[in-house]
């Protein structure tokens, strides 16, 4: 059949043979082997987004597991203490006791394993300086302290002084 072919058809039909065989090599190997490793590539890429995520989250879980290391030391080293009598003691070292118009302490909330104690106070007639020593005071102590509420009015008498009100949280484990 082929030997009946004269010389010009039969080259055409090996060319046409020719350019079959290379369009299904390139079809059925080239391209699918092109399209897996481009696929191969982008899982390779979100793999590595993937897992610069969950390094960023464990030195997050670190730093979370040390800070509540530190704080349950910090915590569990003073069962004794008073909020009341610390807030008292903190005005009268940092402002005055006329500074101290009242401290009215708040019902005790129980919340999952903690209680909450709370006292609220007004300062009057406070300069800012003090506030702020009061504030870090409060934030470096030995017990687990947060301030809830803060508000601040400018005295109309004297615009370098304040009238504060804070809400002063004390947190501790429940026996």
Known sequence: MISNLSPRDRNALIIGL???LIAVFYLGIVSPYQSA???LDSQIASRQ???QEVQVLRQRYLSLQGALTQAERRGGSNRTFSLFSFVENLTGQIAS???LVYMRPQPVAVKDEFKEES???K???IALDQLVR???QIDTADAFLQVKNLRLKVRFDNKAQFDAVLTISAYERNA
């Open 134 to 136: 009061i504030l870090y």
């Open 49 to 51: 987004r993937q897992l």
């Open 119 to 121: 006292v609220e106070i």
């Open 97 to 99: 006791r006329e500074n």
């Open 123 to 125: 300062l009057e007639k």
């Open 18 to 20: 020719a350019a079959v």
């Open 37 to 39: 490793i481009a696929r």
